[in-house]
């Protein structure tokens, strides 16, 4: 075939031409690709068994699998420890809480039962409410207070927003829109609501993303990462909100089985600093968390600095 039809059957069929181009990756080398104008990484071992990547990548970035998870919390029964460390500016412990908890589910209702709980400092004040929003964040998601009726596991219709709320209820609001849907927009955060969208032209100037294979406590996953890129310059790196986010994916179902990330940004009277790791199980056929490790700083506007760690362990779902 002279060179003329080499070259016009590659424009007019580039994607047989993109196919053909797996048998020429060398082994152990990274595979380039762009898709939908961004850049991503595939390992070889996505290549090499010619995996659907593009389609691969689309769900990735549209999962709801992981806000799921917790909302399938609503309709379950299970019990939980729960263990909040607050710290002073020198990181000695300032505060604290423990309990063990059981979520109890009747007539479409929820409600906490208590069987254990010891406090340290001023964690609660002396009505039993938080002193901490670090606190009070983790209660809205584990906890209850009182009963909580009508509730269901559906995720369309039940997006974060801020629209509405003020004060605490909005930090409150950000923060979960941190825990669980990071790499999206958070509006209402001066400097840095736009900087979170992994997604858009921009972010792909400042952030690696990478695809991998492997297993994970015996069963095949995917794994997405992305990384800040190493040769941002100083303008960039001010940019950076993501200091690192990995996902792993059940290679059959693509749910979230576990997922790690550091996100830090400082702008004036707002900043943080926190990293999260999150561990699934299943409770029957729904996807539950099974452990949420944190460990932030932050400071926002109208709230005092707080520093503080908690695990949540979750178990005896039923």
Do not use: W
């Not at 340290?120 to 209660?139: I, K, P, R, S």
């Not at 695809?211 to 997405?224: C, K, P």
């Amino acid at each position: 075939m002279s060179l003329k039809y080499v070259f016009l059957f590659s424009i007019l069929f580039p994607v047989a031409l993109f196919a053909q181009k797996d048998s020429f990756i060398v082994e152990g080398k990274d595979t380039t690709i762009i898709i939908d104008k961004g850049t991503f990484t595939l390992k070889p071992v996505i290549v090499r068994n010619h995996m659907d990547y593009a389609s691969l990548l689309r769900r990735i970035q549209n999962d709801t699998t992981f806000y799921k998870a917790f909302r399938n919390l609503h309709v379950l029964e299970f019990s939980s420890l729960n263990n909040i460390r607050m710290f002073d500016k020198k990181y000695n412990l300032e505060a604290s809480y423990y309990s063990k908890t059981k979520q109890h589910r009747e007539n479409g209702c929820r409600s906490t039962e208590t069987v254990e709980q010891k406090t340290t400092g001023v964690f609660l004040d002396a009505g039993g409410n938080y002193n901490y929003l670090t606190g009070e964040m983790y209660a809205s998601i584990f906890l209850t207070k009182g009963k909580i009726c009508g509730e269901d596991n559906v995720v369309a219709g039940h997006e974060f927003s801020t629209a509405g709320k003020s004060g605490t209820e909005k930090h409150k609001e950000q923060l979960k829109m941190l825990f669980f849907d990071p790499g999206k927009k958070i509006p209402g955060i001066p400097f840095i609501g736009n900087k979170l969208d992994l997604y858009d032209e921009d972010a792909h100037k400042l952030y690696n993303y990478t695809l991998d294979y492997d297993t994970h406590n015996g069963e095949y996953v995917y794994i997405f990462s992305v990384k800040p890129k190493d040769d941002l310059g100083f303008f960039q790196r001010n940019d950076i909100v993501v200091d690192e986010m990995t996902t792993l994916f059940d290679a059959k179902t693509m749910e979230v089985v576990g997922r790690t990330y550091s996100l830090s940004y400082k702008a004036g009277l707002y900043d943080f600093d926190v990293k999260i790791e999150v561990e699934m199980t299943h409770a029957g056929n729904l996807l539950v968390p099974r452990t949420m490790r944190y460990k932030g700083n932050f400071s926002a506007i109208t709230k005092k600095r707080e520093r503080g760690e908690f695990t949540a362990t979750l178990f005896d779902f039923k």
